[in-house]
């Protein structure tokens, strides 16, 4: 079973900030990551697949990278829309997920 | 337009069987893999089991094999997840979800589920 694991868990920051979450794998998985967005209430929302490939329709301060077992999310400057928690998902073998990131306004 | 809409939300005893539904338009039902996914409240995403409606292939997460059962009917573009005997812990919202190539681009709107005596 591969594990995901983010940080931070939470992270504070203002809008306009530059911000990035991380997310490593137990073991390699090639660039088969994802990474959603949640807001309360509501189904998560695909901002990247394939590590660093952007949804259509999501703005491009949202960017993927990296590969192997290390991967990260940036939000260039954030805006009042982008506070939610945030999850990536390897889907190597089978299909998991981090814990979440949760993104609150400093 | 692609929509994956499920039923609504339920509330059982424990014991009690249930099996919630997901029905998919806008696509070949067929042709893609489609899935659940739990979210207990305050916590992460799990995948629970996936289904290939084009030849009802089964795959379910370590944690819910011989838990619950995924299954599709293709007559009617709709994929099922049923308990036979709920529990407290099954109390979560879930997710109806499909796969393209591993990442998800359609999510239902979510299905409620509380399980109290």
């Known amino acids: 079973d591969i594990q995901m694991t983010q940080s931070p868990s939470t992270l504070s920051a203002s809008v306009g900030d530059r911000v990035t979450i991380t997310c490593r794998a137990s073991?390699?998985?090639?660039?088969?990551l994802a990474w959603y967005q949640q807001k309360p209430g509501k189904a998560p929302k695909l901002l990247i697949y394939?590590?660093?490939s952007l949804e259509s329709g999501v703005p491009s301060r949202f960017s993927g990278s990296g590969s192997g077992t290390e991967f990260t999310l940036t939000i260039s400057s954030l805006q009042p829309d982008d506070f939610a928690t945030y999850y990536c998902q390897q889907y190597d073998t089978y299909y998991n997920f981090g814990q979440g990131t949760k993104l609150e306004i400093k | 337009e692609v929509q994956l809409v499920q039923s609504g939300a339920e509330v059982r005893k424990p014991g009690e069987p249930l099996k919630i539904s997901c029905k998919a338009s806008?696509?070949?039902?067929?042709?893609?893999?489609i899935g659940w996914v739990r979210q207990m409240p305050g916590k992460s995403l799990e995948w629970m089991a996936i289904?290939?409606?084009?030849?009802?292939?089964?795959t379910y997460g370590p944690s819910f094999q011989g838990q619950v059962t995924i299954s599709a009917d293709k007559s009617i573009s709709t994929a099922y997840l049923q308990w036979s005997s709920l529990k407290a812990s099954d109390t979560a919202m879930y997710y109806c979800a499909r796969p393209i190539s591993g990442s998800v681009d359609y999510w239902g709107q979510g299905t409620l589920v509380t399980v109290s005596s």
């Open positions: 289904i290939y409606p084009g030849d009802s292939e089964t």
């Open positions: 806008g696509y070949s039902f067929t042709s893609y893999r």
């Open positions: 073991q390699r998985i090639s660039s088969w």
């Open positions: 394939k590590a660093s």
